[in-house]
T-cell receptor, first 113, second 109 residues
C-alpha cells in the first residue's frame, strides 16, 4: 500500500441499508478525515480523528459514524442510507507538520436509491 | 458564518497566464491552501500560505493578503494538463479546513 486506499471504488445501495466505507493509510499520519463532495459545493467535513482512539464531528455528521481503533484505519458507516447521502466520499490524512497538508484517497462514489 | 468564494469556471489559452481568485470570511485563520483536482480524481496539494505575500513553486504561485481576506493562485505557461478544478481552503480557528466550491479551469489550444 502506498498512501491512502479506499474501498469500494463505487457502490449502489438501496435506501435503508447499512454501509461501511473503508479507509486505510500507511503513512503513520495521526489525523484522518472523511469528506463528502457534491456538485457545486465545497468539500464538507463529516467526521475527523486527531489521533487513534479519538473522533470528532465535522460540519455534516448526521447519519454517519466513525471509529478509529488504530492509526491506519478510519471506517465510515452509514447506519441507514438515504438518497441525500448520494455523493463522492473522500478520506484524507495529515501528519501534524507545520504545514499539515491533507493527503486524499481516491474516493468512493456512492449512490443511494 | 464561514464562507469561501471563488469563480465557478474560467477559460484560458495554452501558454498563457491565469489568475484564480479566492476571498474568505472565516472564524479565525491558520493558513490557506490551494489544491488541484482533475475530474474523477482526488484533490492534490499545490500550495500553502500563512503569511502575507507571494509563494512561488515552479509555474504556480500563490498570494495571500490576510487583511483583505484574499488569495490568488497564478498559473503560468499553461499546459493542457492544467485543465482541472482548483480548490481554495482556509484552516479556521478549530484547525479544520473550510473549502470553496472550486474553480473549473478550461484550457483551450
Amino acid at each position: 500500500i502506498a498512501g491512502i486506499t479506499q474501498a469500494p471504488t463505487s457502490q449502489i445501495l438501496a435506501a435503508g441499508r447499512r454501509m461501511t466505507l473503508r479507509c486505510t493509510q500507511d503513512m503513520r499520519h495521526n489525523a484522518m478525515y472523511w469528506y463528502r463532495q457534491d456538485l457545486g459545493l465545497g468539500l464538507r467535513l463529516i467526521h475527523y480523528s486527531n489521533t487513534a482512539g479519538t473522533t470528532g464531528k465535522g460540519e455534516v455528521p448526521d447519519g454517519y459514524s466513525v471509529s478509529r481503533a488504530n492509526t491506519d484505519d478510519f471506517p465510515l458507516t452509514l447506519a441507514s442510507a438515504v438518497p441525500s447521502q448520494t455523493s463522492v466520499y473522500f478520506c484524507a490524512s495529515s501528519d501534524s507538520s507545520s504545514v499539515d497538508e491533507q493527503f486524499f484517497g481516491p474516493g468512493t462514489r456512492l449512490t443511494v436509491l | 458564518g464561514q464562507n469561501i468564494d471563488q469563480p465557478t469556471e474560467m477559460t484560458a489559452t495554452e501558454g498563457a497566464i491565469v489568475q484564480i481568485n479566492c476571498t474568505y470570511q472565516t472564524s479565525g485563520f491558520n493558513g490557506l491552501f490551494w489544491y488541484q483536482q482533475h475530474a474523477g480524481e482526488a484533490p492534490t496539494f499545490l500550495s500553502y500560505n500563512v503569511l502575507d505575500g507571494l509563494e512561488e513553486k515552479g509555474r504556480f504561485s500563490s498570494f495571500l493578503s490576510r487583511s483583505k481576506g484574499y488569495s490568488y493562485l497564478l498559473l503560468k505557461e499553461l499546459q493542457m494538463k492544467d485543465s482541472a478544478s482548483y480548490l481554495c481552503a482556509v484552516r479556521d480557528s478549530n484547525y479544520q479546513l473550510i473549502w470553496g466550491a472550486g474553480t473549473k479551469l478550461i484550457i483551450k489550444p
